[in-house]
Every structure is written in structure tokens, then in C-alpha cells.
């Protein structure tokens, strides 16, 4: 028995790690194709969650049944939280963080958005009316420095990013906050996959009202573009997102938490690496006092977080 479970451990700590490798990837890949192939950001977004959506809703189909897809829109409550999930959760926040990486690059862009989990707990404590704990202050404060270095380069007479680069990433951070709070009571009554299928479609379908998918000049892309394209919507967004919704059940929420710090890693490094991106020590250190953040962050009690939420009356 402690075989199996140190067994299925591994597993879900493997693919976490994949899933966070891949989506720090796949905001590099986007760079290169907006930057390199003039693919715009907006139908990027529409094209990828659509398809994601669709592939996901479609696994859920075969592997639960019609009715873990369909039953979900039965009730009136979870048809208004589900679409208003799929506008302002997981169109907002996809499409915040692909701008932020179309004015600027991918690190800075993916480090920004990691600043949710800072956000998300300052609220907490605005809304409970209840000082943050030590560790919360020290993950606030270094998420704090980490930005300024970041957006600075040290220097806070200037800034190292532009301006709209800054403030798509910002947003992206505040979209995945408002992400990570309002589901909680749509998770607990449906399955995991149900949910983000049906917010990347609802997502994808509100957007293509101002980026239709057909509507894109296609005819100077070649193979190698459509095939980018491909990377960010099946090895960017559906196999990560299946992966780490599958290795919750090997594994704590804190510790994917853990182990998502990857992304951001893997997206500066990628990004630095692959196409040149400029990272001096001060952006080194911003990167590094981030991700201090979202570990300060998931090494509290899950039971103290999950008490603090079911106080809240967001859903």
C-alpha cells in the first residue's frame, strides 16, 4: 500500500511539474508568434480557447458521461456563475496575460500574473476585516519588491517594460485572483474539467464577437507558424490543463501550488534563452522574490484558506 501511494505521488508530482513547464512554454511560443509572425493576441485567444474547451468537454463526454457535461446548465444559479466564470475569469485572464506578452515578453508578463496570489490574500483580509499573519505580510512585501525590481531593473526613475506591458500584467493578475476565489462553489458541485471546458468555451465564443477566428489573413503563414499555433493551443492549454487537474487526485492543493512555480521559471528562462529577452540581475531577483511569494503563499494551512473562502459570500 505505501508503495502505491508513494507511487501515485511521483506521478502527480510529474505532472505538475509538466503542466507548469508547458505553460511557461507556451506564453514563449506566443511571444515568437506575435513578435516573429505578426499573429495577433486576440485571435490567438479566441482560436485557443475553443478548441481547448471543446477537446475538454469532449474528454469529459467519453470519460463521465453526457450528463457530467450537460447537467451543469439544469440549474439556473450554475448557468449565471458558469458564464459570468467564463467572461470574467478565464477570458480575462487569458487574454490580459497574451497581451501583456505582445507588449513586452513572455517572463515579465507570466512573473506578473503570478502576483494573483498576492492580491487574492490582500483582499481576503480587506474583506474579513482581519490582519494578514506574518508569512502573508512576507509574501505581500516580496511580491511587492519583486515587482518593483522587475518593472524597474532597479531603477525607479525609469521603466524597464512598457507602460502597456505593466498594465496588461497587472490586470492578468487581478483576472487570476478573481479566477482562483469564484469557482469554489461551482468545483465543489461539478467536476474540475466540467467547469474549465465550459469557461473556455463560453470565453472563446464572447471574444470571437471582436475577434472572429475566420476573419485573420492567413495566407503568409506557413507551416511552421500553423504549427506554433498548435503548440499554444494542445501543448499550452489542453494537455497542462488536464494534467494538473489530474494530479489533484494524488495530491494536495499546496503542493501543486509548490510545484506551479515552474511556469514562471520556465517561461523567463525560455524566453531569455530562445529569442534574447534581456534579464540583468535586478529582474533575476524580482522573478526570484515572486515565486518567494506563491511558495510563502501555498505553505499555509489549506484548512485556515479554505475557512477563510466558505466565509465569503462571492459565489
Not at 191 to 201: C, R
Not at 266 to 293: C, H, K, Q, R
Request: net charge positive.
Amino acid at each position: 500500500m505505501m508503495k502505491t501511494m508513494t507511487r501515485s505521488r511521483g506521478r502527480g508530482f510529474i505532472m505538475v511539474l509538466v503542466a507548469a513547464v508547458l505553460w511557461g512554454l507556451s506564453g514563449t511560443v506566443a511571444q515568437h508568434l506575435f513578435h516573429g509572425a505578426g499573429v495577433g493576441e486576440g485571435w490567438l485567444v479566441t482560436v485557443r480557447l475553443f478548441i481547448s474547451g471543446f477537446l475538454l468537454l469532449l474528454w469529459m463526454f467519453f470519460r463521465s458521461g453526457s450528463d457530467a457535461v450537460w447537467s451543469l446548465w439544469r440549474s439556473p444559479r450554475d448557468r449565471r456563475q458558469v458564464l459570468l466564470l467564463g467572461v470574467c475569469g478565464m477570458l480575462a485572464v487569458q487574454y490580459t496575460y497574451f497581451a501583456s506578452i505582445a507588449a513586452g515578453n513572455a517572463a515579465t508578463a507570466t512573473l506578473l500574473q503570478y502576483l494573483g496570489p498576492a492580491l487574492l490574500t490582500s483582499w481576503l483580509a480587506i474583506r474579513l476585516r482581519k490582519m494578514p499573519e506574518s508569512r502573508e505580510w512576507a509574501a505581500v512585501g516580496s511580491a511587492l519588491a519583486g515587482t518593483f525590481l522587475l518593472v524597474t531593473g532597479g531603477d525607479p526613475s525609469t521603466l524597464s517594460i512598457s507602460l502597456p506591458a505593466l498594465i496588461w500584467g497587472l490586470g492578468s493578475a487581478v483576472a487570476l485572483a478573481f479566477y482562483t476565489l469564484y469557482p469554489a462553489g461551482l468545483l465543489q458541485r461539478w467536476e474540475s474539467g466540467t467547469v474549465v471546458g465550459w469557461a473556455m468555451l463560453i470565453g472563446g465564443f464572447a471574444l470571437s464577437l471582436l475577434y472572429p477566428p475566420w476573419a485573420v489573413r492567413t495566407e503568409h503563414w506557413g507551416w511552421e507558424t500553423w504549427g506554433w499555433i498548435a503548440v499554444v493551443v494542445l501543448f499550452g492549454t489542453l494537455l497542462p490543463f488536464f494534467l494538473y487537474l489530474d494530479s489533484l487526485r494524488f495530491l494536495r492543493p499546496s503542493e501543486t501550488g509548490l510545484l506551479s512555480c515552474a511556469e514562471p521559471l520556465s517561461a523567463a528562462i525560455a524566453a531569455v534563452w530562445w529569442l534574447g529577452v534581456p534579464f540583468g540581475f535586478p529582474e533575476w531577483t524580482g522573478a526570484a522574490l515572486i515565486i518567494g511569494t506563491v511558495i510563502l503563499l501555498s505553505l499555509k494551512k489549506e484548512k485556515q484558506t479554505q475557512e477563510k473562502v466558505k466565509q465569503l459570500d462571492v459565489i
